[in-house]
C-alpha cells in the first residue's frame, strides 16, 4: 500500500488526496490531506502558544517583585536572580530544537515540555498554598524559609526548561502543518505566522494585565492557580488535536540525505557561493560502487551546502541582532519611565508598571489583524507577489519603525525632564503615563513587521534538518 502511495507521489497523481511533503499522520502513515494538518491542526498548537506565554509574562513580569516583597530579596540580589533565570531560559531553547530535531520530533518535544511546564507551575501553587511550603505563616516575615526558596526556584527553572522545548519546537510545529508545495497551504501558512503572533500578543496582553492585577490586588497565589489551570487545558487541547497533526519524523543527525534513499525531506542543490567549502564535500580513495558512492556524496554535498545557508544567514542575523537588543533594552527603560509618571486613573485605580507593555501587545495584535485582512489582499492583486510584499521588505519596514520608537521615546524623555526641571518637588508625576502610548504604539506595530517577518523568513531559508534550531537565531 505504502509503495502504490509512493509511486502516486512521483508521478503527481492524487496529490490533492494525499501529502507528500515527508510528514506522516500519528499512525506513521502517509497523511490524508482532508483530514490532517493546515488550520484544523494548527489552532490547537495555536492555543497552546497563548497559554504559554500568558504563564510566562504573567511570571517574568512580576518576578522581581515577588523576590524583593515577599522573599525579601534587596534589589540587587532580586536583579541578579532575575537575570540568572532570564538567561537559563534564554539559551535552553538551544537544547530543545536539537533534541526535538534530531532525537524527539517536535510533537514529543512540546508534550514533554509541556508536563515540565505544568509541573513547575503546580510547585510554584503549592508553595503559596502549602503550609509547610509557605515564605513564613506569620503576618510580619523579615526572611522567607529555606524550603520555600528551594521550591520556589526549582518551579521557576522548571518552568525555564519547559519554556526551552516549547520555544524552539511549537511555532516550527505549527508551520510543519502547512504543505509548501501545495498552493493553498502555501498561502494559508503565510497566514499562519501572523495569527501564531496574534494568539502569543494575545497570552502576552493578559498576562501583563489581567494576572498582573490579580496578583497586585488579589494574592500571588490566586494568580498561580488560574496560570496552572489554564496551562493543564491547553495540555489537554494540545492532546485532543493529536489525531489532525502531521508529524516531521527526527533524523537522529543535522544534515539530509538525498530523496533516493530516504524520499525525507527537501534535497539542498549546489549554489555558487562560498565555493571553498565544496572541498569538505569530495570523495577521495573510496572504494566503493558507483551507486554506493553517489548518494554518500549527495549527503556530505547537502550538508555542505546547510552550512552555506547559514552562514548566508549571518548578515541578515547581524542586522537585526541591533533592533532585537535595542527593543529589549528600550522596554525596560520605558517601564522604569512608567515608574515616574502619574498612572492614576479613574477613582484611585494605579496602572501597574509592568501593564503599560499592554499598549505595545494592543498594537502588534490591530497591525498583524490589519496587516493580514487588508493590507495583503490590497498588495498581492498590485504586486502579484502571493506574499504582498517580499519577507526582506516587510523586516526593512518594521526596523524603520524601530527608529521611529528612538526618536519618539527621546523626545518624551526630554519632555519629562523639562517638567522635573520647572518642579523638582513634584518631579514628573504631574506627567500621566500615557505619555509613553506613541512609543509603545510604535513597538507593536514594528513587531508585527520585523519579529513576524523574521520568523517566516528563518522557516523559510532554513534546511528542514534544522528548523526547530532556528529560534537562536532571532535576536
Known sequence: MELKKGAEARSGVNEEKWVYDSSVDHKGRLPLRASTGAWKASLFIIAIEFSE??????????????????????????????????????????????????????????????????????????????PSLKACNAAACPEPRKVHEVVFFLAIYLISIGTGGHKPS??????????????DERKKKMSYFNWWNFGLCSGLLLGVTVVVYIQD?????????????????????????????????????????????????????????LRFLDKAAIVKDREVGAEQQNPWRLATVTKVEEMKLLLNLIPIWLATLPFGISIAQTTTFFIKQGTMLNRNIGNGFQIPPASVYAVAAIAMIVTVTIYEKILIPVVRRATGNERGIKILQRIGIGMLFS????????????????????????????????WLAPQFIIIGVGDAFTLVGLQEYFYDQVPDSMRSPRHCLLP
Open 170 to 183: 511549537l511555532e516550527s510545529f505549527g508551520a510543519d502543518q502547512f504543505d509548501e508545495n501545495h498552493e
Open 53 to 130: 506565554r500568558l504563564s510566562y509574562f504573567g511570571i517574568a513580569t512580576s518576578l522581581i517583585i515577588y523576590l524583593s516583597k515577599v522573599m525579601h530579596q534587596d534589589l540587587k540580589t532580586a536583579a541578579k536572580s532575575v537575570n540568572y533565570w532570564a538567561g537559563v531560559t534564554t539559551l535552553m531553547p538551544l537544547f530543545g530544537g536539537f533534541l526535538a530535531d534530531a532525537f524527539l520530533g517536535r510533537f514529543t518535544t512540546v508534550f514533554v515540555s509541556s508536563v515540565i511546564y505544568l509541573l513547575g507551575l503546580i510547585l510554584l501553587t503549592m508553595s503559596t498554598f502549602v
Open 217 to 273: 490586588h488579589v494574592g500571588w497565589g490566586a494568580a498561580d492557580i488560574i496560570l496552572t489551570a489554564v496551562m493543564a487545558l491547553s495540555l489537554v487541547i494540545f492532546i485532543v488535536g493529536r489525531p489532525f497533526y502531521r508529524y516531521q519524523v527526527p533524523t537522529g543527525k543535522l544534515y539530509e540525505v538525498p530523496k533516493s534513499r530516504t524520499d525525507k525531506g527537501r534535497l539542498l542543490c549546489h549554489t555558487e557561493s
Open 403 to 434: 527608529v521611529a520608537t528612538m526618536v519618539v521615546s527621546a523626545l518624551v524623555e526630554r519632555k519629562r525632564l523639562s517638567v522635573v526641571a520647572k518642579d523638582p518637588v513634584k518631579g514628573s508625576l504631574s506627567m500621566s503615563v500615557f
